[in-house]
Nanobody, 125 residues
């Protein structure tokens, strides 16, 4: 069982930045593809960004492309989401997810095996 713990959420003004982190309990973290998803009130969970096990492949939702950057540090068992130029519409609970044996990146939440509890990001206008 992989435990994922997100951190770094909070309240920020529009145009500001936040960096989310997701720490994994699994020693074989480098075998997992990782993803970030978000869910706003009354909306479905949506894909934000994802990265392959070695960081060689990554992908982004069109709504965040050019503003958000996903990265990982396998030595620290941690994946990051750097969020710049934040907009009010980025307000949501952000979740990280892990998929075992992830040689690519994955955009569909159904493909992930483990999920964190989420961290709230609120962007004020």
């Amino acid at each position: 069982q992989v435990q994922l713990v997100e951190s770094g959420g909070g309240l920020v003004q529009a145009g500001g930045s936040l960096r989310l982190a997701c720490a994994a309990s699994e020693r074989t973290f480098s075998s997992y593809a990782m993803g970030w998803f978000r869910q706003a009130p009354g909306k479905n969970r949506e894909f934000v960004a994802a990265i392959s096990w070695n960081g060689g492949n990554s992908g982004y939702a069109d709504s965040v492309k050019g503003r958000f950057t996903i990265s990982r540090d396998n030595a620290k068992n941690t994946v990051y989401l750097q969020m710049n130029s934040l907009k009010p519409e980025d307000t949501a609970v952000y979740y990280c997810a892990a998929r075992y044996s992830g040689s690519s990146y994955y955009t569909r939440p159904q493909l992930y095996d483990y999920w964190g509890q989420g961290t709230q990001v609120t962007v004020s206008s």
